[in-house]
């Protein structure tokens, strides 16, 4: 007992002080990421916020699995911007100027001296024809590996004409910030546009985190050949697949298998993928962007010759889809830009 008695009081304080460490240990809490920071408060972002948490939670009788979590958006004018023209016009533009002194028989082609002489203007009137001859002789006759690196070099160092932005920096940053948030709720995102898939792939994944194999887009007729440096793809000039309008809800029933519960687009050409999106069974979520903001970018909608947003409109309206008031919605426009209250 007396060896008990001596000891007993070190016992006392042992057991005290691991009580006390108990009780005044502060639990670890995992940092906050807050989401959607360049949008405006408002009900497109309160849309937003709602229809993920409602989707994501098991317990409501709306909740997605995550397999079916399938979000399409369209990307000229609604993930990067598409004014004065489409930037993959601009490069085929650069292109032809780039070949031109290997082409002497340019020198007699109306169009093609437009081309090399930067007259756009010409170059678009000259109708469909004119511009697909354009397109075809400046994104054919190489390999995908040598398509595929003059994008990436095209990327890196071209100009916007009007803001002299490199123009893999024209893309929207409240729209990256929400493929953030998507992703981050376990949502499988694809870009599915009328631009060219191959042209798309070359920057997509540095630029919107999206991989190569979540690109739809139109393509051209290629062919499979050896070569002294092995086996090659080699892109003709013929179009295959026209990814715009009803080529979009096709292409996506072709590659993806799934109907999108999450659709987000900004013209009359993305009007079928909403309405397909629309048309799959449980809660889904519509998005259009509307260029409202002439100040910061263009305002733009209905008779617009690039993105014009007619029927697409006034169908989100009838069946109550979200719109995006880009002058209203969106704190700033493009990555690194200060919010203008600030």
């Not at 690109?215 to 179009?239: A, H, M, N, Q, Y």
């Amino acid at each position: 007992m007396k060896v008990f008695s001596r000891i007993f009081p070190f016992v006392l304080l042992a057991f005290s002080l691991s009580i006390f460490s108990c009780q005044t240990e502060i639990p670890k809490e995992e940092p906050t990421v807050e989401y959607l920071q360049s949008w405006n408060d408002g009900i497109v972002k309160q849309n937003i916020i709602n229809f993920v948490e409602e989707v994501t939670d098991k317990a409501s009788p709306n909740f997605i699995d995550v397999e079916d979590r399938i979000a399409t958006f369209d990307n000229d004018g609604n993930l990067w911007a598409e004014q004065p023209y489409y930037f993959q016009f601009r490069f085929a533009i650069d292109m032809i100027q780039k070949m031109a002194p290997e082409h002497p028989e340019w020198k007699d082609d109306e169009l093609f001296q437009a081309a090399i002489n930067n007259d756009i203007e010409t170059v678009l009137h000259s109708g469909d024809d004119g511009i697909a001859r354009i397109m075809m002789t400046s994104h054919t006759g190489s390999t995908a590996e040598e398509f595929e690196a003059t994008v990436t070099e095209w990327i890196n160092t071209a100009k916007h004409p009007t803001t002299g932005k490199l123009y893999k920096e024209m893309v929207y940053q409240p729209m990256l910030e929400l493929l953030d948030y998507l992703r981050a709720n376990d949502f499988k995102l694809f870009i599915v546009s009328g631009g060219g898939i191959d042209f798309m792939r070359a920057f997509a994944d540095e630029v919107y985190n999206i991989p190569k194999d979540q690109i739809i887009g139109s393509t051209i007729e290629t062919d499979f050949v050896i070569t002294k440096e092995g086996p090659k793809i080699i892109r003709l000039p013929e179009l295959d697949f026209n990814n715009d309008k009803k080529g979009k809800a096709i292409a996506i029933h072709r590659h993806i298998g799934r109907i999108p519960v999450f659709a987000s687009g900004n013209s009359d050409g993305d009007l079928q993928m909403m309405q397909y999106s629309d048309s799959g069974k449980g809660k889904r979520f519509l998005l259009y962007l509307h260029h409202t903001d002439a100040d910061r970018e263009w305002a733009y909608d209905r008779d617009s010759h690039i993105g014009r947003l007619d029927k697409g409109l006034d169908q989100a309206k009838e069946k109550d889809w979200t719109v995006i008031d880009m002058k209203k919605d969106w704190k700033v426009i493009y990555p690194f830009e200060k919010d203008k209250d600030n």
